[in-house]
């Protein structure tokens, strides 16, 4: 076990689906092997859009750690805990929001992206802030290693910038962390749109049946220039390309070639990623029935990962307060 923490979490608006694995979740399976690894559920985080409603927070949180099992997170081997469980991290966002500036969290260019998304003109202080917030989720366990999608790039930027601040100001509490980026850092929707997201609409997810993987495929955007079936196409614009090279990319070069050629038609195209998708997903689907069936398994799960969490949290606590000046008995 190599001594370096791992750390990311999802915001528990909807079930993961497959732009999360390639982005994060495959690079989590993978470093739970090597490094202690915690994986978390982002129940304030969903707060900061869905503040008016809280139960569909509370539904998915359970969908979402079954997404976690499912995808093959094993809770022996990392920690799965829940945000709003760990009140040190809401301790830690305020104590570092007194060296956050508000244009520093306006001109984040994710934040800019996702309060057009959510077509508000005026943004809540909590959304706003929540980059501050992410700095916590990372630094209450310090953790080093962040396997995230590049729309978090900017925030890893100002946790770094924040942990730095924190050391030169008080005492050197923190690790500097990093974002580690997968082979693909973001994976374009069905309908075409740049990132497949929850809020958007256009994803396929994780516990997806045969039939609808099937049928979102169907359904998903091509190259639109391509109208007949031996149009040549051009891959570099069409979804189902780029679903090729996420998860075929050994056949990726020759279906460019076939496509480029007219060769190879778009049915056809989709039909080999449905087959690939279907046997990606099948493993996952089993193992979250195993779970779903297990309520109870889940739930030990979620309390022992966030007691361990939480205990560490409070070691780090102690040592901001001292850091601060604010341990006073
Ligand atoms: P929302 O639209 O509610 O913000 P989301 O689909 O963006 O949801 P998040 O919970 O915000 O999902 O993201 C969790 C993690 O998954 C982040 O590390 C993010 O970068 C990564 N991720 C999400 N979507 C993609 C994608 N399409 N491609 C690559 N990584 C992604
Ligand atoms: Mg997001």
């Known amino acids: 076990m190599i001594n370096e923490r791992v750390l990311t979490g999802d915001r528990v608006t909807g079930k993961l689906h497959l732009g999360h694995y390639v982005g994060s979740l495959q690079n989590r399976v993978r470093l739970q092997e090597q490094y202690d690894t915690f994986v978390f559920l982002a129940d304030v985080q969903a707060l900061t859009t869905h503040f008016?409603?809280?139960?569909?927070?509370?539904?998915?949180?359970?969908?979402?750690?079954?997404?976690?099992?499912?995808?093959?997170?094993?809770?022996?081997?990392?920690?799965?805990?829940?945000?709003?469980?760990?009140?040190?991290?809401?301790?830690?966002?305020?104590?570092?929001?007194?060296?956050?500036?508000?244009?520093?969290?306006?001109?984040?260019?994710?934040?800019?992206?996702?309060?057009?998304?959510?077509?508000?003109?005026?943004?809540?202080?909590?959304?706003?802030?929540?980059?501050?917030?992410?700095?916590?989720?990372?630094?209450?366990?310090?953790?080093?290693?962040?396997?995230?999608?590049?729309d978090q790039l900017p925030h890893l930027e100002l946790a770094r910038k924040i942990v730095r601040r924190f050391n030169e100001l008080y005492r050197p509490v923190f690790k500097v962390p990093h974002a580690l980026i997968s082979d693909t850092p973001r994976l374009v929707g069905t309908d075409g749109n740049a990132k497949m997201s929850k809020s958007l609409g256009n994803t396929i997810e994780l516990d997806s049946s045969t039939e609808e993987i099937a049928y979102k495929i169907r359904r998903a955007k091509t190259d639109p220039a391509r109208i007949h079936k031996n149009d040549p196409g051009h891959p570099d614009i069409c979804p189902i390309f780029a679903y090729h090279c996420a998860f075929r990319?050994?056949?990726?070069?020759?279906?460019?070639?076939?496509?480029?050629?007219?060769?190879?038609?778009?049915?056809?195209?989709?039909?080999?990623?449905?087959?690939?998708?279907?046997?990606?997903?099948?493993?996952?689907?089993?193992?979250r029935s195993y779970y779903a069936a297990r309520p109870k398994v889940v739930a030990d799960i979620l309390m022992s990962g966030t007691h361990h969490a939480r205990e560490i949290a409070q070691e780090t606590m102690t040592e901001v307060r001292d850091a601060m000046c604010l341990n006073y008995f």
């Open 52 to 150: 008016e409603k809280p139960e569909l927070i509370r539904n998915n949180l359970y969908e979402v750690a079954l997404d976690y099992l499912s995808v093959g997170i094993n809770p022996n081997k990392a920690t799965i805990f829940i945000q709003s469980m760990i009140p040190e991290i809401a301790e830690l966002t305020v104590l570092f929001s007194m060296f956050v500036t508000v244009n520093s969290l306006r001109h984040n260019p994710t934040i800019k992206a996702e309060s057009k998304n959510s077509k508000i003109d005026d943004l809540y202080y909590g959304f706003l802030g929540y980059p501050v917030s992410q700095a916590a989720d990372i630094t209450f366990c310090k953790a080093t290693i962040i396997p995230v999608g590049e």
């Open 249 to 287: 990319s050994t056949e990726s070069l020759e279906i460019r070639e076939y496509c480029e050629q007219g060769s190879l038609g778009c049915s056809a195209c989709k039909q080999f990623i449905t087959t690939a998708l279907d046997e990606l997903i099948a493993p996952m689907r089993e193992r």
